[in-house]
């Protein structure tokens, strides 16, 4: 007999709290990006150094909102 538990609640738990934190990282980053005060380094490796920063927000904006669904969405199935 094996005497392994699962321990599925406090994985979900966490898989929640992740998807929350990139969600929440993800829309201030689009924030930043609309804002056109974005760090140095973010844009040091980047071929395009003026414009496409609206591009970037939206796609930004469009990923913490999916992040912050799936967080939700794990959530109330939990």
């Known amino acids: 007999m094996s005497s392994q538990t699962v321990s599925g609640g406090s994985s979900k738990r966490t898989v929640i709290i992740v ?3 990139l ?3 993800a829309i201030i980053l689009g924030i930043l ?5 974005t760090p140095s380094f973010l844009n040091s490796g980047s ?17 913490g909102i999916a992040l912050g669904i799936g967080a939700w969405w794990q959530n109330k199935r939990a």
């Open 19 to 21: 998807l929350a934190v």
């Open 47 to 63: 071929h395009v150094k003026s414009g496409g920063h609206l591009i970037r927000a939206g796609v930004c904006f469009v990923i």
């Open 23 to 25: 969600a929440a990282l």
């Open 33 to 37: 990006y609309a804002a056109g005060a």
